[in-house]
Nanobody, 115 residues
Framework: QVQLVESGGGLVQSGGSLRLSCAAS????????MGWYRQAPRKQRELVAD???????NYVDSVKGRFTISRDNAKNTVYLQMNSLKPEDTAVYYC?????????WGQGTQVTVSS
């Protein structure tokens, strides 16, 4: 079992930056692929970025060059640095951990980008 707690969301102007954090507890953090997903109103949840246990990263095209995902296994934490934010980045951002058939979600944190 893994518990995930996100923090760092908020309101920012277009072009600004935010850093999301997700603290994990309850299992061996280092074995999990960690990811950030987002869901905007009336849209499906989508993968934003993920990072494997070997630190391979993957990003959705719309955030490439602007967002950076990283992990600190010693702190059981994954981060999402978001720069050059756009209004279309507005969504609830969810932390995810998965390994094999085990999937876990955080409660979500709101990110709002004003134009």
């Amino acid at each position: 079992q893994v518990q995930l707690v996100e923090s760092g969301g908020g309101l920012v102007q277009s072009g600004g930056s935010l850093r999301l954090s997700c603290a994990a507890s309850g299992s061996i953090f280092s074995i999990y692929t960690m990811g950030w997903y987002r869901q905007a109103p009336r849209k499906q949840r989508e993968l934003v970025a993920d990072i494997t246990r070997n630190n391979s990263t993957n990003y959705v095209d719309s955030v490439k060059g602007r967002f950076t995902i990283s992990r600190d296994n010693a702190k059981n934490t994954v981060y999402l640095q978001m720069n050059s934010l756009k209004p279309e980045d507005t969504a609830v951002y969810y932390c995810n951990a998965h390994f094999s058939t085990r999937w876990y979600w955080g409660q979500g944190t709101q990110v709002t980008v004003s134009s």
